[in-house]
């Protein structure tokens, strides 16, 4: 008796209550051009019909399996789950809301076969009309494990990765959100090489209603320090102003060329393919490839701004789209070391207020060579306003 041949990629579609609408995500898996895949479908306790049209979907394909599990409430269980499952020595992930081109996992699998242990391509995103809204910013393509820490970069849909990897880490985290990036966080943090592309493979449905728009944010960024709860609120509006003023973003820019300057001169760092054909490999060019997108030159650090009590006293924050707390850590320490003309900036605007800087530069991580940032064109020219 012969071993059946696995295939080299297992896709894993987490799924619930999704009923007909499934079906133009399974054919979009089906119709690849790269055919040697399976696909696990793993129904999250579903009660409605969405198993039937996988099944009708799917029309006897023998790449395609479903999997029926109890009710987890979040994509980690049904995913951990289809990975324990999984033949492939690939997994790729598809939303049971988005959908593939017909060249996605030939893109990706390409990827990931010249050696490395996550792929990702480039992506389109709708709203729940199919109306175009946005996509992946080139800049937002390049990576190095600090960028990870800073930014998801990726979402589910887009991304291979070699299968064992999960089990290493420790397997998708079950919590009320973030669990992709704190995936994608973990395997920087186990030294997991990538690549990148920036062909658009997917298409990702974004919406407001989405659970991705509903998830709370447990850990906060401190910004600013204040003696009494109305004098913090004051400061929120002029931070929140502040944040967007041209003072401030020319401060970023700045602190950005710096640190992607800092960046591509490392190793580690990863180009992605199709990079060549658009921009010089340049920290100048990555800066202008970023100002030219939708996102432009922004930081987290302004994203929905909170006051908190803390200790005697309150602090004005940014929520941080992350789930654990050491990964808050890294996200508070990697931002004030990286961004020292915004702190300078944030740290007079807060004397003015009345209250002390509570973000602090204080972190390099591990491997990476204690030299000066180099000086961007823009300090060089006219100096950077704070």
């Known amino acids: 008796m012969t071993e059946t041949r696995r295939p080299l990629v297992s ?34 306790g579903c009660t409605d019909d969405t198993g039937h049209w996988v099944t009708s979907a799917s029309q006897g394909d023998p790449r395609v399996r479903l999997l029926e599990l109890p009710r987890f409430g979040h994509p980690a269980g049904p995913r951990n789950a289809a990975a324990k499952l ?8 598809v939303d049971h809301d988005d959908l593939w081109d017909v060249g996605h996992l030939a893109e990706t699998v390409g990827l990931v076969k010249s050696g490395v242990d996550v792929a990702a391509t480039a992506l389109r995103t709708v709203d729940r009309h199919g109306r175009r809204t946005g996509g992946s910013a080139d800049a937002a393509m390049c990576w190095h494990p600090m960028l990870q820490v800073l930014a998801p970069l990726f ?21 009320p959100g973030l669990e992709d990036w704190d ?43 204040f003696a009494t709860a109305a004098a913090a609120a004051s400061a929120l509006i002029e931070l929140r102003q502040f944040a967007f003023s041209e003072r401030a973003i020319e401060a970023v820019t700045a602190d ?38 939708d996102s432009g030159v922004v930081t987290g650090w302004s994203d929905g701004l909170i006051v908190v009590p803390r200790q005697g006293s309150y602090i004005v924050a ?3 789209w992350v789930a654990r707390a050491q990964h808050a850590l ?8 990286a961004y020292p003309r915004l702190i300078a900036g944030l740290r007079a605007h807060c004397h003015r207020l009345g209250g002390t800087l509570a973000l602090e530069p204080a972190w390099k991580p591990a491997g990476v060579k204690r030299t000066p940032l180099p000086v961007s064109p823009v300090d060089q020219r006219k100096g950077v306003r704070v």
């Open 11 to 44: 896709v894993v579609c987490a799924a619930y209550q999704r009923s007909s609408a499934i079906v133009p995500t399974v054919k979009s898996v089906l119709a690849q051009s790269f055919g040697d895949f399976e696909l696990i479908v793993a129904l999250d």
């Open 86 to 93: 999984a033949k492939g020595e690939y997994i790729a992930y």
């Open 155 to 175: 979402q589910p849909s887009v991304v291979v990765h070699r299968r064992d990897l999960v089990a290493q880490v420790g397997g998708w985290y079950h919590g």
């Open 183 to 225: 995936l994608w966080w973990r395997f920087a943090e186990a030294g997991a090489s990538t690549a990148t592309s920036l062909a658009v493979s997917a298409t990702v449905m974004i919406d407001a209603n989405t659970r991705r728009h509903r998830i709370p944010r447990p850990h906060v960024m401190p910004i600013a320090r």
């Open 256 to 293: 950005l060329y710096a640190l992607y300057a800092y960046l591509v001169a490392d190793r580690r760092f990863v180009w992605p393919q199709g990079w060549d054909e658009r921009y010089p490999r340049t920290a100048a060019a990555l800066v202008g490839a970023l100002q030219a997108s």
């Open 318 to 320: 940014a929520p941080l």
């Open 330 to 337: 890294q996200v508070r320490r990697l931002t004030a070391s």
